[in-house]
C-alpha cells in the first residue's frame, strides 16, 4: 500500500505564510505526479497546484504566483506546497494527491492523504 501523510497546516493570519508537506510511503515504484486539492466548506473539491515526474507545475489561477509547488531533492516522495501572502479565501481543507505505480504489475492509482486544515483568519 501507499501511505501519504500531511503536515504544516494551521491557523494563519491574513497576509501569512504556511508550507504543507506530504509525505508518501510504502510499496512505492514510481510516481507520475503529486498533487494538492483542497475544499472548502459548502465548495467543490479543486485543484490547487500539482507537480509531474518531468517537474512540469500547474497552479489554479486563484493561487498563481503565490503559492508555490516542490519536491524535495533527496527524497521525491516528499511534495511541499509553499503558500503566501494567504487570503481568508484560503481557507479550506488541503489534501494531497500522488499519483504511482506500487510494482510493474500494478496500474497507476491514486493515493489521497487524510488532508490538513488551513484557516486564514485575523
Known amino acids: 500500500q501507499v501511505q501519504l501523510v500531511e503536515s504544516g497546516g494551521g491557523l494563519v493570519q491574513p497576509g501569512g505564510s504556511l508550507r504543507l508537506s506530504c509525505a508518501a510511503s510504502?510499496?512505492?515504484?514510481?510516481?507520475?505526479?503529486m498533487r494538492w486539492y483542497r475544499q472548502a466548506p459548502g465548495k467543490q473539491r479543486e485543484l490547487v497546484a500539482a507537480?509531474?515526474?518531468?517537474?512540469?507545475?500547474?497552479y489554479a489561477d486563484s493561487v498563481k504566483g503565490r503559492f508555490t509547488i516542490s519536491r524535495d531533492n533527496a527524497k521525491n516522495t516528499v511534495v511541499y506546497l509553499q503558500m503566501n501572502s494567504l487570503k481568508p479565501e484560503d481557507t479550506a481543507v488541503y489534501s494531497c494527491?500522488?499519483?504511482?505505480?506500487?510494482?510493474?504489475?500494478?496500474?497507476?492509482?491514486?493515493?489521497w492523504g487524510h488532508g490538513t486544515q488551513v484557516t486564514v483568519s485575523s
Open positions: 507537480l509531474t515526474s518531468s517537474l512540469t507545475t500547474m
Open positions: 510504502g510499496s512505492i515504484l514510481s510516481i507520475n505526479a
Open positions: 494527491n500522488v499519483e504511482a505505480r506500487r510494482d510493474w504489475y500494478t496500474p497507476l492509482s491514486n493515493y
